[in-house]
């Protein structure tokens, strides 16, 4: 079946660090791939998507890769904010198959000190 | 403008005690309609969706239950919580079927069973 495999948390970094955070998955047809984060203690925000090969997903200064080739999507950020602190989850939508659920990672928590 | 609601935003219930959460969208029609479970360390794991009124399907088997009475509107529910239902509990809208289309989520019930 359908997985997402993200890096391990926990991740801390100093304001103005780069970011990093690896997702690969494992999917049959042509899913689609986001990242959400979660803010303490709210729901899910979708932070970006990216719904073919090659596509680039950005907002608020992340980006991601869909890099079919090697099934990955990280996330990435040039220059962290102590406001970017919270839960981040790499997921998919695959278009073969079930495509009524997204799979999730288990997330990576990252905290960013001032 | 859509929005999603879900109530209580946190539960205290006693082992073997009935559970019953609920979610309603608001502006917008026939939304595809998802409950998600968070337990602590672990990822977001798809529990329940549903297509339509009275449409639920299961992804997990468990002693949880979903139900959809109004095309906005979905209920979880338990006839006896277990100690391992405590979670942070998800509700998610999505349009449409296609692997694109991402899913909206509410706030999130903070559910603990002692």
């Known amino acids: 079946g359908d997985s997402v495999t993200q890096m391990e948390g926990p991740v801390t970094l100093s304001e103005e660090a780069f970011l990093t955070i690896n997702c690969t998955y494992t999917?049959?047809?042509?899913?689609?791939l986001f990242w959400y984060v979660q803010y303490p203690g709210e729901g899910l925000q979708l932070l970006l998507k990216a719904t073919k090969a090659d596509d680039k997903g950005s907002n608020k200064g992340f980006e991601a890769t869909y890099r079919k080739e090697t099934t990955s999507f990280h996330l990435e950020k040039g220059s962290v904010q102590v406001s970017d602190s919270a839960v981040y989850f790499c997921?998919?939508?695959?278009?073969?198959?079930?495509?009524?659920?997204?799979?999730f990672g288990k997330g990576t928590l990252l905290t960013v000190n001032p | 403008s859509q929005t999603i609601h879900q109530w209580p935003a946190t539960l205290v219930q006693p082992v073997g005690s009935p559970l019953s959460l609920e979610c309603t969208v608001e502006?917008?029609?026939?939304?595809?309609l998802y409950w998600y479970r968070q337990a602590a360390g672990r990822g977001l794991q798809l529990l329940f969706y549903?297509?339509?009124?009275?449409?639920i399907s299961s992804e997990v088997p468990q002693n949880l239950s979903a139900s959809r009475p109004q095309d906005r509107q979905f209920i979880l529910s338990s006839k006896k919580l277990l100690l391992s239902d405590s979670g942070f509990y998800l509700c998610?809208?999505?349009?449409?079927?296609?692997?694109?289309?991402?899913?909206?989520f509410g706030p999130g019930t903070r559910l603990t069973v002692l």
């Open positions: 998610a809208w999505s349009l449409g079927l296609a692997a694109y289309n991402e899913q909206f």
């Open positions: 502006g917008t029609s026939n939304p595809n």
């Open positions: 997921a998919l939508m695959n278009s073969g198959g079930s495509n009524y659920k997204l799979t």
């Open positions: 999917a049959t047809g042509y899913p689609s």
């Open positions: 549903s297509v339509g009124i009275g449409q």
